[in-house]
């Protein structure tokens, strides 16, 4: 898929290292793929807490004199594709706030499904609230907790949502980091072996290849209920909800997860190369070349071309120099936007039959152009093949998808999908060879609602948080 | 007086303009004088509320782009003098917020002196906190109060705050103008006749020369313990407390206020004048020229010289290139910092006895080294004349005053102070003199604490509201 | 004048101190009233130079980051007003060439008159040209000068050049300082006692303010016709070109050098103060008031005052937070740039007879604006008082006076004028006035072109440099 | 590899377009693998020309308001890895010049081996030089020429300067692109089908990847020593010097162009896949994975892994999102330069025996630290295999090797250089192998100086220009 998902994040958190906030913006750098558009660090030092969040991207935020503002040996971060407009600023994370518990700050990953109707709640009581993000709800439910101690004051709040959330969150010596009961989204723990002044590092990421670059072995997940709580007292678990069947997201596995990183247990690299290689036993077609739409497509055509024992070829060439705006010339260029990123090479392509690999097909527009621009560079035939099930049903669970009405296998058949994009042929990935590929099993269960419109949640919000200032009193 | 106060701030706000957020931007940057490091707007299209606000000069933050996105006919405006570090955002305003009244966007000018204690109760209760501003408490008390209409649930929250308040306030359709039942900081109130789609234009301003460059007509002020609100049912008003004696603090004549605004309704530079010409009258001596530290000391050094007969001439030079920070050489400049603002005009002072006027001496050390200045060009005499008494207690009223350890005069004597500034003679205005010259009497009478320490709260803070992250839980 | 003239500049030049780009960056803030919009150092140490030019104001650009990168005990630096454009940069100043004279900066506040004609012969001997500027005129020749020192290529250079040049140079190991034989432009030699590593460090700048403050004790000018060179091997004089009468530019006395300066050995302050009394002597009026147009009108109002006894006040404020850009609203507001950066004081003018005191008419037309603005602000007549006489010819010696056809004073009556701009009475410093405040005589004679249109050079341009791509070969 | 060459630039050229800077600006995006650091337009509306560049990348350049005052149909621009320090934004390119053939602008990829000699000899003259660029040295040679006519004085210069050039320049109404005689570097010209005002819109870029965002249809490459002028009278070509043996630089298809680029006629995709293949057949190695580094590998590693049908997987993941400066904590993480850019996965590399394809070894010490991360996430045995032969010579032809002393191949014997990487075996591709990769023969004879140190041109600088200023006269 060449366009970003938008309403994604990635959550970092470092526990007892000199540099706390440099930590955390390093594994906020490797998260980047979650969301690139704002990022917020949250530290420290055992005083009081120091923020700085900021619209752009990691490398461009945090300088030098900023990481000097941000002093101690703790530290949260979070990294996020911002929405446009006003709000943006407003919504970066992490939160900071000051309540009868002390000074919070919270960091979040996810979607919470009753944040509309807890959120009228509070406000019927007299709270107020100045954003538009459900994290904000949770700050609320902890802060008015009738519980003694923070710990049972965030396990309260907790048991109070639904939805999907994998939070970090740091008092002014304590890091929390927090997974939902059904374990929609990943969030592992991991270790620096002496890293800090007492003893060991330990860290908090959305993915395992944020512990790399820091140099942290990856320890384990944090689990579907658990709460895990690194302070002065040291490290302790506790699970704040009854066992629930899992319901990992298999979209992490599909797109957003990072191919060096293990989820839910599961390279994600062997998951998608999984997906390429069933692809393949499920929809061969013959062909000449399998070529990849970059990055995204790389790893299941791999798999695909393994299978398949067809050629796998680089044959579209993707330019990241990209800037923010890009001026379009008045004079259009067909298709100027694909063109921007991909370029196809010609010599690979002209005359052959190419099968072509892709992990989603969302609107259908950027893979119409894609197919069109394979075949002005001579390809011969040109097999589309998607490395999931059509996508059906929007996500309530920190996706952002666009709703059913502009997802085109909500409204077409797949031949008439193939039709509009132009391709020779069109095949998807069947569930259960997704399921396969992700080795569903007895140590993990999916959460596939936006293939088969079932939620796992009894819960689902007719519509999103509303915009702050539509409502009327 | 050469060094900026700290805490002061200037509000605005607009009703009924086709294009409220540059009327606000323009009535800004007319007050930047009382705050310009971060300024903010917040506009409403009657729909919904939009906002902006930065870090740095109104001119540097409002571009075309920026005030195309505060669409609507209303709109409040905020400038101030930001504290540093990462609180400094954090706190800007104006304060906007979504509650059970609905949308709110507030601006203060002033400082409570019950915050602490009201903070305490409401966090108590399970409220949060995401700025270390008192202005956040107002918004949370107008949220929680039982009262059925947001006319009177504001006047509820207003009954139980204590201190320094003038403050603006906007809803999706209505604009309010709040002033504290002592009246303490200024705000008048505006017409620009048939400025808006729907007739007159109605705008609020901390000072009158905000209206000057928008084409509003000065109309009146808005009264202590007064609530004037402008909305679709017209503009109407109440008062919220019992009236009290008026406490108008008295150094916005002395200083804050700029000379071309009228403010407690008495021109600013007709008071200042008053000033220098009572001061030559109880504190004359022989001299060759009366010369200002510019720019707050001209114009009680145009009423000292009047009234002596002495010539005023322009001594010092102030240059007003200033960038934020300015490099110094290591090889160190004696008194860098004043010669970087000040330079005497040597062929003037030279030989010269020389009445230096200025608005006040807070710490004596800038007072010195101007002393200095004036003598190594020559001056064979430095007298110094303060326009007003001696500055011996800390403001709790919005003047961010040091505190008494580092207030010169709550620390010497006169003949000390004299002594450490280095000047030949040294006389301050009298607290009396100060009083005629401000024209006290029925129409208007001051808040003189900060010469008296005498205050006119019952409540008086012991601290200010302590920085976030102090409080431990 | 409340508008500035465009293509002045100012120069600064340090040789033998650790900190010279320090100091020449520190000289820079204190003449940016002479040019504004763009700022350069070159700086070296004694191996190689090392430059830094941008658009913006002296304190953004020369951060110490910035200054940390300009080595050496040797710096010169220019400052200027830039014309918009594309030119904009490609004309900052210093120029910095490599040649067979070694590497040379030079940086030159003045015009020369005959560029255009020695740049047609030095292209058609095949010289390429970077910029528009004249400066790189000079440039050229002193790399083809025959002679064999550079000090003697630079005589060379400079006895084929005419008009008005303030230089001052730089090589790896000496600092020039040079002024034009008929020594239109100010340039003055300072020192700061033992300032450097080998003894006192020797500085150069436009005016002597620049002096003050960095510690420097002005010495003497430089000589119309001299050359200053301050190398290793000490310092030393010699004069380029036979003497001449002296044309040294009074409008630095009317309007540009900063009053705290001294130029051409004489006080600016004291000079316009005596404008100011003249032109009470020869254009008295009964009235109640003196009221400069600040800033630059009030040295010459506080004359008029002191002369006619009638009382000075500042009856209109000046704004100093002006922006680059500032937003105009699309609902026009009357005289909208001039309220932006003046504001009347009601309470002084109503009902008075106002003499408003300026220093020029250019155009007229902010003028016309000023008188309207202070008759609505209630004055009963308004008397326009100007220090210096009609402008009627531009300036070909570095002032970028408008076009005759622009100069209002070149095409109307004083009466005409008058009309125009709408004042009750209007009257200019008579010639020989101004010559008296000036204190014309046996040491300093005056260039008065721009009121006479008698040139003191035998050439005057046609036309100024062709923009460097209208030519076509 | 990893790193990036440092002298490389990209040249773009349009004639005739209503956007024709536009077009340029699209061009430079393309092309800025071949430096990104700075970049510059010239455009011409007939009249006279406009110029805009800065340090950055292409798309933070070059705004909408840029472009908008970079008007005409005319547009030359250029890319470059920019050197750090002062000279950057000095030798940033187009260079621009008036002289007696009319305005000029000029931007290079290449550089001359006798520009030192010509530089020398023009200062001698009494030419200034204003950058350190041999760039300059074309345009005074231009300027110089007794030729009348613009056509012939390029010729002429172009018959004084020995090296790679392939150039753009551009007047008031013409565009030239031109090549060395030995066609170094290339030059591709290709046409927009009745794009422009005036018919087909031509265009010029260094790689034909440049054409497919834009619309433009390859046509054909300028040939070695052709110039191509496109005028008000059309297109037309001359050759300036006599036909020598092609010296095409065959480090274009190791390392520098974009796959998707035909250069030299060939597709650079085609030639690095044979380099693979060829390096298989020569060099085979029992092994379970091939592995590139991306993204300079991979063309490579899918050729080898075609070859030896040994599985290609992408082992190392490269992060893309990489800022100008990144912060790295102080306690050292090892390898942290390495691991901000790439990332391995060790589900696939653990216990596998793997073959890493890379371009070229330069210093050693990045390949060094990969060979360090495929061992550490577990790899059995890595053996690398270089798709050419070993660098032992430095490029004087545009190319920014390292000297010979930081060459590790011209210090140590290949058997060292395993070594010192710490592979289990290194082997690299034959000279002889590489030149059948590249298809040398009738239609491309290559230039292979970097792998045998025997030079195509005569002439070999001692030294590159001095940097400006340590000349001393």
């Not at 055992?46 to 700085?52: F, K, P, Q, S, W």
């Not at 072996?193 to 590092?201: Q, V």
């Not at 036993?281 to 070349?289: Q, R, T």
């Amino acid at each position: 898929m060449l366009d970003k998902f938008k309403d994604e994040c990635g959550v970092m958190a470092v526990h007892n290292h000199r540099e706390a906030s440099t930590m955390a913006y390093l594994g906020l750098h490797q998260l980047q793929h979650r969301g690139q558009e704002s990022a917020g660090v949250v530290s420290s030092n055992g005083e009081r807490l120091y923020m700085h969040k900021a619209m752009g991207q990691v490398a461009d935020i945090f300088t030098e004199d900023v990481l000097s503002k941000l002093p101690g040996n703790l530290a949260i971060g979070h990294t996020r594709y911002s929405t446009a407009g006003d709000s943006a600023v407003l919504n970066a994370q992490p939160i900071m706030v000051d309540c009868n518990k002390g000074m919070i700050a919270i960091a979040h990953n996810g979607n919470l499904v009753n944040a509309n109707e807890i959120r009228s709640r509070l406000e019927g009581q007299g709270s107020i609230f100045q954003t538009t993000s459900d994290t904000e709800v949770i700050v609320h439910l902890i802060a008015q907790s009738k519980e003694h101690t923070l710990p049972e004051a965030v396990c309260d709040a907790l048991r109070r949502i639904e939805g999907a959330f994998s939070l970090v969150m740091m008092t002014r010596d304590r890091v929390f980091a927090i997974r939902d009961p059904r374990g929609f989204r990943p969030l592992s723990m991991g270790r620096i072996p002496n890293g800090g002044p007492s003893g060991d590092t330990v860290v908090f990421a959305s993915e395992t290849c944020a512990f790399d670059l820091i140099g942290a072995v990856y320890e384990r997940d944090v689990k579907p209920g658990e709460m895990v709580v690194v302070g002065p007292e040291g490290t302790f678990s506790r699970f704040f909800a009854a066992e629930m069947k899992q319901s990992a997201c298999i979209f992490e596995h599909v797109y957003f997860s990072r191919p060096d990183s293990v989820v839910f247990g599961r390279p994600v690299q062997t998951s998608r190369e999984a997906m390429g290689r069933q692809l393949a036993k499920e929809s061969p077609v013959e062909a000449d070349l399998v070529v990849p739409v970059p990055d995204s497509g790389v790893a299941a055509a791999l798999g695909y071309s393994s299978e398949s024992l067809l050629p796998f070829r680089f044959g579209l060439i993707r330019n990241h120099y990209i800037g923010r705006t890009f001026i379009e010339p008045e004079q259009r260029v067909r298709d100027f936007g694909v063109k921007l990123k991909l370029n196809p090479i010609r010599s690979l392509l002209v005359g052959k039959r190419v099968i072509l690999v892709d992990d989603s097909i969302v609107r259908g527009t950027t893979s119409r152009k894609i197919v069109r621009m394979v075949r002005d560079a001579g390809a011969k035939e040109v097999h589309v093949r998607i490395s999931c099930p059509p996508t059906i049903s929007p996500c309530y669970y920190g996706v952002d998808t666009p709703s059913k009405g502009q997802l085109i296998a909500s409204n077409k058949s797949i031949e008439e999908i193939r039709d509009y994009i132009g391709s020779d042929s069109l095949a998807y990935l069947s569930l259960e060879g997704l399921r396969v590929a992700c080795a569903e099993g007895e140590k993990t269960t999916y959460c596939t609602s936006c293939y088969t419109g079932v939620y796992p949640t009894e819960f689902i919000p007719l519509d999103q948080i509303q915009p702050m200032a539509v409502k009327k009193p």
